[in-house]
């Protein structure tokens, strides 16, 4: 299987990278130091990208950006991130992937436990979560040739102690079950899941 890992220079791409690389051609993607650079606040780069890539079997979305800190301090500025990030990123990664993706191909992107479960600070990254996981129900029941959608939504994950801290009270998803959500995305037959790894 060709598949494209999107943030595969992030924690949680960089596991993912490694773990799909044995058995599958995997084309790594981010702002800087992978096989394809690309920004995804930008429909042009998107678009760049996936000439570069040529037609694939999967998409997997690691790169999610957010604006972190107290609402109090939030304007329409910080929240863009979010917004032009991880929502729209994530969905124009899927607008124009769906033209050059195979048949019975995939689209994973990421959300988070925040959706339904918010913390201090992550506002923006609740509201990001919560309209890519909106769209993805939304577009399977569109998308044509077997193409499939998913989420994987962790809450904070074993490899990201720093944010720990932001996380009473949550068990860390370990990287093997992170994956394994990936796995169950990418290998499996459901569309339009949201799918929890803990
Ligand atoms: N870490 C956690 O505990 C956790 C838990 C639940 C959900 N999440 C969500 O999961 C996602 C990934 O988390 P992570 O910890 O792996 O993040 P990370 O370590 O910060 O990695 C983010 C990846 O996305 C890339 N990226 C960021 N902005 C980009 C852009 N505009 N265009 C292209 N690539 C871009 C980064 O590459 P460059 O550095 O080159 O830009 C990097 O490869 C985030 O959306 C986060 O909200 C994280």
Redesign the pocket.
Known sequence: MKIII??????????LAGAFETGHEVIT??????DI??????TA?IENMFKQAGTFDALI??????FIGPLEKMTDKEFRKGV???MM?QINLVLIGQHYINPKGSFTL?????THEPQLN?AN?SA??GAVEGFVRAAAIELENGIRINAV????????PH?FPF?PGDI??TMQQ?EYGFRKAVFGANTGQIIKPY
């Open positions: 999107v943030g595969a220079s992030g924690t949680m791409g960089k596991h993607a981010a702002s800087k130091g992978c650079q690309v920004d995804i606040t930008s780069s979305s690691t790169a999610g950006p957010t032009d990030g991880k990123g990421i959300t988070g436990a925040l992550f990254a990001a979560n939504s962790p809450t904070v994950i074993e490899n990201s944010y996380f860390p998803v992170l």
